[in-house]
């Protein structure tokens, strides 16, 4: 089974002020915690989907291909990211600024997919549902064609009975950084 990855990684930071994505967490850039969480021995296509430079260049010296994009919409984003995803049987949608996340989780999650691979796979905690997500390669040109402003929760929306939920290890990791506040509690939480 072949799998692929895609970070999304193109939000404008909007709440956070600046580009959260290169923001210091314990001396590295957040983008830095959600590359390395995801064992690369899984997956065959990686991808980082970015609107910002420094991102993708930070992206190439970890070997991790970036997209350097303009776009705006979520949708096109995600259109971007499926379009280099072809051929695989299912892609994991991971949040750049989802820098808790374990590899133990992702692996489980993968498991989970090869078990039902025509599922949608989502990192949960009891039942709150979050990213990252797997979708199966049959869901692929839905992504493609999401309308302006929606992302993969309305595919999710529209398929409910296709989600099956993996348990994650910790709740922190279903944090994300959307404020300064935010990731300065997320550095509480890093692994020591």
Same mark, same amino acid.
């Given at each position: 089974?072949?799998?692929?990855?895609?970070?999304?990684?193109?939000?404008?930071?909007?709440?956070?002020?600046?580009?959260?994505?290169?923001?210091?967490?314990?001396?590295?850039?957040?983008?830095?915690?959600?590359?390395?969480?995801?064992?690369?021995?899984?997956? %065959?296509?990686? /991808?980082? #989907?970015? =609107?910002?430079?420094?991102?993708?260049?930070?992206?190439?010296? &970890? *070997?991790?291909?970036? @997209?350097?994009?303009?776009?705006?919409?979520?949708?096109? %984003?995600?259109? /971007?990211? #499926?379009? =280099?995803?072809?051929?695989?049987?299912?892609?994991?949608?991971? &949040? *750049?600024?989802?820098? @808790?996340?374990?590899?133990?989780?992702?692996?489980?999650? %993968?498991?989970?997919?090869?078990?039902?691979?025509?599922?949608?796979?989502?990192?949960?905690?009891?039942?709150?549902?979050?990213?990252?997500?797997?979708?199966?390669?049959?869901?692929?040109?839905?992504?493609?064609?999401?309308?302006?402003?929606?992302?993969?929760?309305?595919?999710?929306?529209?398929?409910?009975?296709?989600?099956?939920?993996?348990?994650?290890?910790?709740?922190?990791?279903?944090?994300?950084?959307?404020?300064?506040?935010?990731?300065?509690?997320?550095?509480?939480?890093?692994?020591?």
């Amino acid at each position: 089974m072949k799998l692929g990855c895609v970070w999304m990684a193109s939000g404008q930071g909007k709440r956070f002020g600046s580009n959260k994505l290169m923001a210091d967490l314990s001396g590295q850039p957040v983008i830095a915690y959600a590359l390395k969480a995801v064992p690369p021995e899984l997956f %065959v296509r990686k /991808l980082v #989907v970015t =609107r910002w430079h420094t991102v993708a260049e930070f992206c190439q010296t &970890q *070997g991790i291909p970036a @997209l350097l994009h303009d776009r705006v919409d979520r949708n096109e %984003v995600i259109a /971007l990211g #499926v379009a =280099r995803m072809q051929g695989m049987d299912g892609c994991l949608f991971f &949040q *750049g600024d989802q820098p @808790l996340c374990y590899g133990d989780s992702i692996r489980n999650l %993968v498991e989970n997919f090869k078990e039902q691979p025509n599922k949608i796979h989502r990192l949960s905690w009891n039942e709150t549902q979050a990213s990252p997500v797997i979708f199966p390669a049959h869901l692929f040109d839905a992504l493609e064609h999401l309308s302006a402003k929606q992302g993969g929760g309305t595919i999710i929306a529209q398929n409910p009975h296709l989600v099956q939920l993996t348990q994650a290890l910790f709740p922190w990791e279903l944090w994300d950084v959307d404020t300064p506040q935010a990731l300065q509690e997320i550095s509480r939480y890093l692994p020591k």
